[in-house]
Structures are given as structure tokens and as C-alpha cells.
């Protein structure tokens, strides 16, 4: 395998090491070497080595010629979400938000032309997509994507969308860059972003930014229902409400917590 960036700082093998990581796609229990390797675009030798040295470190468990990742592995993405503290600060007002709507919420960040979660409080429902944390979906057809590529100046959004989707999911439309920017135009003027079904077949949402202490988004939260169940109406009339209150909530946290001096910041988390 060639490799990928000329800079002489870029460590392949690392690269490599988290290509078998993320061949592991959900809803795969085990895989074999092969598949690792084939879906890791790597040699089988390569993917071999990476694989035992994995399992070393105690991030895949290998048995009988299959290998799984383990929960260890989780510590990668929480390493990310406690160091910004978004989970520790928005916590207790997701789950009083939840309680309140009986709709499950969620946090998302920009990443490219992604969004991210990075939080999340479920409620059991049948819904089109299953969304964990570290869930990946194209920022221009989901609320959330929307709210934060809002934020963006346009020489960020350029930069933004020039970067391919690596989310791996087809939406039901994804707006073409004039309609994107009329739709960027209405969300900056009401501070709210909803999507019906554009992401995928029964899936409504409505999302709000988190602000910093600065005043700059650093995040979206919304509320996402089943079209079957929940009206756009009750969505924008009953839920939108709750939502907007409660990410003022989270970013009075987030401001209070700026203030603070870091020790003590650090302490509070």
C-alpha cells in the first residue's frame, strides 16, 4: 500500500493501526483476517501484525481466527468527549430534556463535511437509524449539520464541504449548494434548524447550537422523533421550546465553566 501523505512526519503504521480499527463497522460481531485485511485495504501479513499488536494492547481479542474489537477501544472516543467536557457539562439537561419529551436528544459536532455525535440520551423507539456515539451522518442533510454549518464563515464552509462524507450513508436529499446556502441564510435568522425525512425515511428533528462563555457554537443538540408518531407541528410547537431552553441551560454551564480558572475547571468536571 502506497503511501498516503508525503509529509515525512506521517506515521504509516499508525495510519494502518486505525484502518483495522475502523474496519470493524457496526453490527459486525467478528471478523476474520481476511476480512480485516480486505476491508482495511491492506496486505493479510500487514493486517496480521497490526491485529496481534491490537491484541497486545488490549484493544482486539482473538479467538479461534477471529478477532473482535473490545470495550477498550471506547477509550479513544471518551479520551475526546472528557477532554472538551461537553458529556460531564450537558448531561443532566439531556436527561431532563428526555424526560420531558419522551423523544431521544443528542450532541453533534462538525467534522468536515460530517457531524459527529459525541452525546446522546435514547429513548426505546423504532426508528430508521441507529445513532450511537461516534455516529457519522452528511452535515447538509441533518439538522444538527445544519445549526453548526450555519456557524461557519464561507471560507470554513468551503473548507468544509470540499471534504468528502466518510459517513457511508446515502440521505434521502442532500441540498445542492444554493439550496444549502438559502437554507443557512433561514437557520442563521431564526437560531433553529429542522429536517422532515431528508436524512432518511420517518426520521424528524430539530436542532439548537451550544455556545461557549465566547459566544461561538461549539456544538448542536436536538430532538429527534418517528414522523409516524410525532407531527412537525408538536415537533416545532412543543419540543422546540424545550430544546431551546435547555441548550441555554448547557451553555450557561459551558460559560460558567470558561470562567473558572483551569485547576478548578478541571476539578468541576
Known amino acids: 500500500m502506497a503511501r498516503r501523505d508525503a509529509d515525512p512526519d506521517f506515521i504509516e503504521s499508525i495510519a494502518r493501526g486505525f484502518d483495522v480499527i475502523r474496519a470493524f463497522q457496526p453490527g459486525t460481531t467478528a471478523m476474520s483476517l481476511s476480512d480485516v485485511a480486505t476491508a482495511a485495504g491492506l496486505a493479510r501479513p500487514t493486517a496480521r501484525r497490526i491485529l496481534r499488536t491490537l491484541e497486545a494492547l488490549g484493544y482486539v481479542r482473538s479467538v479461534e481466527g477471529r478477532h473482535t474489537l473490545t470495550p477498550r477501544v471506547l477509550e479513544l ?9 461537553l458529556w460531564d457539562v450537558a448531561r443532566p439537561h439531556l436527561e431532563r430534556l ?15 463535511s460530517d457531524i459527529v455525535y459525541v452525546a446522546r440520551v435514547s429513548v426505546p423507539k423504532i426508528i430508521a437509524l441507529a445513532v450511537h456515539i461516534g455516529t457519522r451522518f452528511p452535515a447538509p442533510a441533518t439538522s444538527l449539520g445544519k445549526v453548526l454549518l450555519a456557524d461557519l464563515s464561507r471560507e470554513e464552509l468551503d473548507r468544509a464541504l470540499s471534504q468528502p462524507s466518510r459517513s457511508g ?3 434521502r436529499h442532500l441540498p445542492g449548494r444554493e439550496e444549502l446556502e438559502a437554507i443557512l441564510r433561514d437557520v442563521r435568522a431564526k437560531g433553529w434548524a429542522a429536517t422532515d425525512e431528508q436524512l432518511a425515511r420517518g426520521v424528524r428533528s430539530v436542532a439548537v447550537p451550544l455556545r461557549n462563555g465566547e459566544g461561538r457554537v461549539v456544538a448542536a443538540a436536538n430532538v429527534t422523533v418517528h414522523a409516524a408518531e410525532t407531527s412537525m407541528d408538536t415537533l416545532l410547537g412543543s419540543h422546540l421550546p424545550l430544546l431551546l431552553r435547555t441548550a441555554a441551560d448547557i451553555s450557561a454551564d459551558f460559560a460558567a465553566r470558561d470562567a473558572l480558572p483551569l485547576a478548578t475547571a478541571r476539578t468541576v468536571s
Do not use: F, K, N, R
Request: negative net charge; without cysteine; proline residues 4%.
Open 77 to 85: 472516543g471518551l479520551a475526546y468527549v472528557q477532554s472538551v467536557g
Open 98 to 112: 428526555v424526560a420531558q419529551t419522551h423523544e431521544s436528544s443528542s450532541i453533534a459536532q462538525l467534522d468536515g
Open 169 to 171: 450513508v446515502e440521505p
